[in-house]
């Protein structure tokens, strides 16, 4: 039923350990977000992508590195993670033009050692 | 800036009755779009019901109803015949019109509803 997936859904890395997630929409759109879900906070929007380019960027640390290389893709690149950055990455995607709702994909369940 | 708050960490309900979910917000936008999103445990967060501000009809989808108070800046989503498939954590989240930016939403903390047989 998602037309958004996300892989791997769990990930277990070391502090020094670089890793990367992926996000893929098949639903045509051309707006792709990056959302943080910790079990303490709201969910906290990362980055957005508008026709693959970076339009939001809310003060994320350079831990994290988005690349958006077309419409459909959308990764979060990891170096040198901290635990507190343990926690579930949601990838969503919409039509920029409008008032459409974000399509969320299952999420990446990150944990941090 | 935006805020949405749910001042209803947790709520339970029994099947088949009706449970309301409040959400309230703060912006100083006149046009603006409202969302309840709801997170089963199996983590995938679908859309239940959207609300435009300049709307004053409260919008329906089947049993979710919401209850748009645009002065009191409200915003609760009413389910009614109450399902088990309907436990879930429910997230009510804010847009302002959109730019060219995309869509760009403001999340509440949440609220976990429990339905129970």
């Known amino acids: 039923e998602t037309g958004v997936t996300q892989t791997p859904r769990h990930l277990v890395m070391g502090m020094t350990n670089k890793k990367s997630l992926k996000c893929e929409q098949h639903l045509g759109h051309n707006a792709m977000y990056w959302y943080k879900q910790s079990a303490k906070k709201p969910l906290e929007l990362m980055f957005v992508y508008s026709l693959e380019e970076r339009v939001e960027n809310n003060s994320v640390p350079s831990r994290f590195s988005p690349e958006c290389p077309n419409s459909s893709h959308l990764f979060l690149h990891l170096h040198t993670l901290q635990p507190e950055d343990s926690a579930l990455y949601l990838c969503a995607s919409s039509q920029r033009e409008g008032a459409y709702e974000q399509y969320f994909g299952p999420g990446t369940r990150l944990t941090v050692t | 800036a935006q805020t949405v708050t749910q001042s209803q960490p947790e709520m339970s309900v029994q099947e088949a009755e009706t449970v309301t979910l409040s959400c309230t917000y703060d912006?100083?936008?006149?046009?603006?779009?409202l969302f309840w999103y709801k997170q089963p445990p199996s983590r995938q967060m679908i859309l239940v019901i959207r609300q435009e501000a300049y709307k004053q009809q409260n919008a329906t989808e089947n049993r979710f109803s919401v209850n748009f108070q645009k002065a009191a800046k409200s915003f609760s989503l009413k389910i009614s015949d109450s399902q088990l498939g309907d436990t879930a954590m429910y997230f009510c989240a804010f847009m302002k019109r959109w730019n060219n930016a995309g869509n760009m939403l403001t999340f509440g903390g949440g609220t976990r509803l429990m339905v129970k047989p």
């Open positions: 912006t100083s936008e006149n046009n603006y779009y």
